[in-house]
Nanobody, 125 residues
Framework: QVQLVESGGGSVQAGGSLRLSCAASEYTYSSYCMGWFRQAPGKEREGVASIDTDGTTTYADSVKGRFTISQDNAKNTLYLQMNSLKPEDTAMYYC???????????????????WGQGTQVTVSS
């Protein structure tokens, strides 16, 4: 059972950048669909980005062109580079994994079975 630990959250002003990291307890490249989700207070958890077993990336419309998902296979680490941050990006960010190809509905919480504990991102205006 893979374990995930996020880091890199913090507080930043609008327009700034942050890079989130997610360390996995085992090798996930080529066998796991990996994703980043976020949940703001009072809202449902939503998919932000995913990376498939072949490296294909997919993004929510709200973050396209601003966020980049990537992974360092040697370090078993998933990243989310977030640029041009907006106050509406404020949320708890979660790393997720599922030992399968990414599904078309990857952005739904039930598409992933393994989750990290989350890291808080706060963007002030």
């Amino acid at each position: 059972q893979v374990q995930l630990v996020e880091s890199g959250g913090g507080s930043v002003q609008a327009g700034g950048s942050l890079r989130l990291s997610c360390a996995a307890s085992e090798y996930t490249y080529s066998s796991y669909c990996m994703g980043w989700f976020r949940q703001a207070p009072g809202k449902e958890r939503e998919g932000v980005a995913s990376i498939d077993t072949d490296g294909t990336t997919t993004y929510a419309d709200s973050v396209k062109g601003r966020f980049t998902i990537s992974q360092d296979n040697a370090k078993n680490t998933l990243y989310l580079q977030m640029n041009s941050l907006k106050p509406e990006d404020t949320a708890m960010y979660y790393c997720a994994a599922e030992e399968t190809l990414c599904v078309e509905w990857w952005f739904l919480e039930e598409s992933f079975g393994y989750w990290g504990q989350g890291t808080q991102v706060t963007v002030s205006s």
